[in-house]
């Protein structure tokens, strides 16, 4: 046995800084659309398929990794993650404004990266859950919560060059973000990597996986929860506006703004406090208060209470991610990196779909934003009753074990 045990501290945090990185890939871009609409004459319908490229791009990447992260090995594919985000980044900065098409050199630039953040997104969590520590669950949380301060640095410090530097200053900008990634390859290097499966516990198969009623019910509340999230952070803005009658600014702060706060709020008070709470509890407690926030923004005239309620459901759904990996990981002990994969799949599709419902729903309903808000609610509805039927499932399936 050696004398000096793993510091296994430095590679949670080294996952800390893989998430910022996944942060600034997924938020830096959005905010040049209207840079890129004005200097390099991108008209809106390219600009959105910019957004499916990266999206389609990092679910791919969560299908394919349960199959190959495993064999390559995690410490080569999370500094190789970590390398295609930083070269798409500098991409990003150096090549649309020297090429002839630049729409073509931003594509590229996007699929590099989003290779990058998708392996990221896949990776990271089980390697903290794989990590020795106290309570599991806390760290997660905490995990996870890296990801909404590292959405609120990326708007606020972009936001903050560009208006110091002006709008042209983008690539100088994005080629400077790229330094999070460099970081994350330099602390990943010399980061001990844990074992993902517990030894002693065989490494589950999709056939062990798709015989287990419990996967499918955390596979639905990522789905749920992907979906609560998006469906009000994606709307958060154009409802402020729309259906409470708030200017822009106003919107964005009070929105998005103020949803990724109280989400990252959320996140870290289950990262600290986290031993004291009983996590099924939490989550329980926070899909009422997410049903709860949705009608409130639904049903209410008096636009303070709206605003109140769009927070609000930030800090509601802040546990949904990392509190449904956690009881994952606790349920399949062998699940690895395949049920890690298969969960973020569901909940990037819950993130795509959600948005989209509310839309449609708002759509048949004379625009209505407030008529898809209400629809929404029951993202939350179904993940409360996943969460109750899930707690049965594992007792029930642990009880023959002990």
């Not at 822009?248 to 709020?265: E, N, R, Y």
């Not at 009422?288 to 927070?311: N, R």
Request: charged share 10%; with cysteine; hydrophobic share 55%.
């Amino acid at each position: 046995m050696s004398a000096t045990a793993p510091n296994y501290n430095h590679t949670v945090t080294a996952c800390f800084v893989g998430y910022i990185t996944q942060a600034v890939i997924n938020n830096f871009m959005p905010l040049l659309f209207v840079t890129f609409a004005a200097t390099l004459g991108i008209d809106m319908a390219r600009l959105s398929a910019l957004i499916t490229v990266n999206f389609v791009t990092q679910l791919v990447v969560d299908v394919l990794a349960g199959k190959f992260v495993d064999r390559i090995g995690y410490k080569p594919c999370i500094i190789a993650a970590h390398l295609a985000a930083l070269a798409g980044l500098l991409a990003l900065g150096l090549f649309p404004t020297r090429v002839p098409d630049p729409y073509l050199a931003i594509l590229a630039a996007i699929f590099l990266y989003a290779l990058g953040g998708g392996l990221i997104e896949v990776m990271v969590s089980p390697i903290v859950e794989a990590c020795p520590s106290e309570h599991k669950a806390k760290a997660m949380s905490l995990l996870h919560s890296f990801y909404c301060w590292g959405q609120l640095g990326t708007v606020a410090i972009s936001t903050l060059f560009l208006f110091a530097f002006g709008t042209g200053s983008w690539p100088v900008l994005a080629c400077l973000w790229a330094i999070v990634p460099a970081i994350g390859i330099a602390m990943f290097a010399g980061a001990p990597m844990p074992r993902i499966v517990p030894e002693g516990t065989a490494t589950m198969r999709f056939a062990d996986l798709s015989k287990k009623p419990v996967f499918y019910l955390m596979f639905l509340m990522m789905l749920c929860a992907g979906a609560a999230e998006q469906g009000m952070s994606q709307w958060a803005s154009a409802f402020a506006e729309s259906g409470l009658g708030v200017t822009k600014v106003i919107g964005d702060l009070a929105g998005p703004a103020a949803f990724a706060l109280m989400m990252g709020l959320s996140r870290t008070i289950y990262g600290v406090l986290g031993h004291r709470l009983d996590l099924t509890a939490f989550i329980v407690s926070s899909s009422v208060l997410c049903v709860a926030m949705y009608l409130t923004a639904a049903l209410t005239t008096a636009p303070v209470l709206g605003l109140l309620a769009c927070a609000l459901t930030g800090f509601s759904v802040g546990i949904m991610w990392p509190g449904t990996f956690s009881m994952a990981a606790d349920a399949m002990p062998g699940g690895g990196t395949l049920m890690f994969a298969l969960l973020a799949v569901a909940g990037d599709l819950g993130c795509a779909g959600g948005p989209a419902v509310v839309g449609l729903v708002a759509s048949a309903n004379g625009d209505s934003l407030k008529t898809g808000l209400l629809f929404g609610s029951m993202f939350a509805l179904v993940l409360l009753a996943c969460v109750v039927a899930a707690r049965k499932t594992v007792v029930g399936e642990r009880e023959p074990l002990h």
